[in-house]
């Protein structure tokens, strides 16, 4: 992200005889506030949006850090490392079938190529852009900014091209070139086109900075029809997301919103300090930078939380899924999707560790005699309860539901030492520890309408330290989809 807030009131240059004409061809919840507001409604038409694993981001993260360090150490625009950069989207991209096009940017601080990437399918006045920039400064390698964006963007269009989903708009990806000189990649390629082929464009989101290790969750223009995908993503996880006002002028979005096209994104904060607030609502330290290493050498695959990024990637599929993906209308099959939620018929379908599901004494089940019961050994020890689950699509409400009961031995009121995490695919939904005991079970319900459509893994986790035990105590688990 550029360092300076732009003025409203910077001019836009046209720039004659430039043509940008592109060939038409070939997704937590806090323990003692489970539950999770619900997405808004998808589109009838939509199909559910895929997993992006964040490994596969995390790899490309690898890979532009490593680029970095054989070309001088940082990916400045006009650089070896910039090139280098470049040349490593558009491989990938070309192998997976984009039609991908260099638009060589004369006006740039530092002459250099943006990037543009069409996917087959969708018609060409109707399009939905997605964009990051691809440069970072010379101090370092620029991971946090904006290798997070550009390769999120990257993931997201090579899960487009494996699925290969019926179109229902134009989805064009974009890296930009000297971002950090002033948005003027960005600039040049708006620049570039006549009204006609502005008129096209229905909506363009920008990432800048979407993996910041002491991040917030920050969308532009939150309240606009234009980041509602994006929102009901993130509300979907719990995290009410704000405002990005420290990002309003100093990206990519900039030029786009200047010439009249609908813009939003997701960012999770730069150098501004996270407030006393934001940590109580999405952990972190208040008081400190979101991005410690902002512009700095340490901007390195060290600074970037997995977790934000993780979340950023799936917000971006759903949104491009809901926007531009198609393929008839999903018929809700409804109902209950977990198999013996309630363990009386045996371990099928559960995976679990030795001993998990069971139906001894020392626990009492909330129903019947058997109950999933994890760890309570008192000794250091990982124990899993899982089980693949298909969500159906098309449906209005989808509500994970399971009741908990945690016991404990330990006397602490402030340190967990002890914990369950549950997760559906990739998402962690909440993490509980000694800390949240307490007598008999409570109900514990997460809408995951993010994962209609997909077959993903449900997940329990609970680790234990070595001394003092905890029990997690699981019964009767639904998934209903109606």
């Not at 046209?14 to 489970?34: K, R």
């Not at 995490?421 to 008999?440: D, F, I, K, P």
Request: aromatic share 10%; hydrophobic share 35%; net charge neutral.
């Amino acid at each position: 992200m550029r360092g300076r807030t732009l003025s409203a009131g910077v001019a836009l240059a046209v720039f004659a005889g430039m043509t940008a004409t592109l060939a038409a061809q070939p997704a937590a919840a806090s323990p003692t506030t489970a539950t999770v507001a619900r997405p808004i409604a998808a589109s009838a038409a939509a199909l559910a949006a895929p997993d992006i694993s964040v490994t596969n981001v995390q790899a490309h993260l690898t890979q532009f850090n490593s680029i970095a360090s054989s070309n001088g150490g940082n990916r400045r625009a006009g650089s070896a490392g910039y090139t280098a950069s470049l040349n490593y989207v558009k491989t990938r991209l070309q192998s997976a079938g984009y039609t991908v096009s260099e638009q060589f940017c004369s006006s740039c601080t530092y002459p250099s190529n943006n990037l543009v990437a069409e996917w087959p399918g969708g018609p060409t006045d109707q399009v939905v852009m997605f964009g990051a920039h691809l440069d970072g400064v010379s101090a370092g390698p620029g991971i946090n900014d904006n290798a997070t964006g550009s390769a999120t963007l990257l993931e997201n269009a090579l899960v487009l091209a494996a699925q290969n989903p019926t179109m229902t708009k134009k989805v064009r990806f974009a890296w930009w070139t000297d971002e950090e000189q002033g948005l003027n990649g960005s600039r040049f390629y708006v620049n570039s086109l006549n009204t006609t082929q502005r008129g096209y464009i229905k909506g363009y989101y920008n990432f800048d900075m979407v993996g910041s290790i002491n991040g917030g969750y920050f969308i532009n223009r939150v309240t606009s029809t234009t980041a509602a995908p994006l929102k009901a993503y993130w509300d979907s996880l719990g995290l009410s997301p704000e405002e990005n006002v420290e990002g309003q002028g100093r990206s990519d979005d900039y030029y786009f919103q200047q010439a009249g096209i609908p813009t939003s994104g997701y960012a999770a904060g730069a150098s501004a300090r996270k407030t006393s607030s934001q940590a109580a609502k999405w952990g972190g330290t208040a008081n400190s930078a979101y991005d410690p290493c902002y512009h700095r050498a340490c901007d390195t695959t060290a600074n970037v939380s997995a977790t934000v990024l993780n979340r950023a990637a799936d917000g971006v599929a759903y949104a491009l899924w809901q926007l531009a993906v198609g393929g008839g209308t999903p018929s809700c099959t409804g109902g209950q999707v977990v198999g013996n939620g309630g363990f009386e018929n045996g371990s099928t379908p559960w995976t679990a560790s030795s001993g998990v599901i069971t139906n001894a004494s020392g626990q009492p089940a909330r129903t019947g005699s058997y109950k999933a019961w994890l760890n309570g050994n008192g000794s250091t020890r990982t124990e899993s309860l899982t089980q693949s689950v298909t969500v159906p699509a098309g449906c209005a409400s989808y509500t994970l539901s399971f009741w908990l009961h945690i016991d404990t031995a330990e006397t602490t009121g402030s340190t967990a030492y002890d914990r369950l995490t549950v997760q559906v695919g990739s998402t962690t939904l909440a993490t509980y520890s000694n800390l949240n005991a307490a007598a008999g079970y409570a109900q514990r319900s997460f809408n995951v309408a993010g994962f209609a459509g997909q077959t993903v893994t449900l997940r329990f986790t609970g680790t234990e330290d070595s001394s003092l035990q905890t029990s997690f105590v699981i019964d009767d688990v639904t998934l209903q989809a109606s």
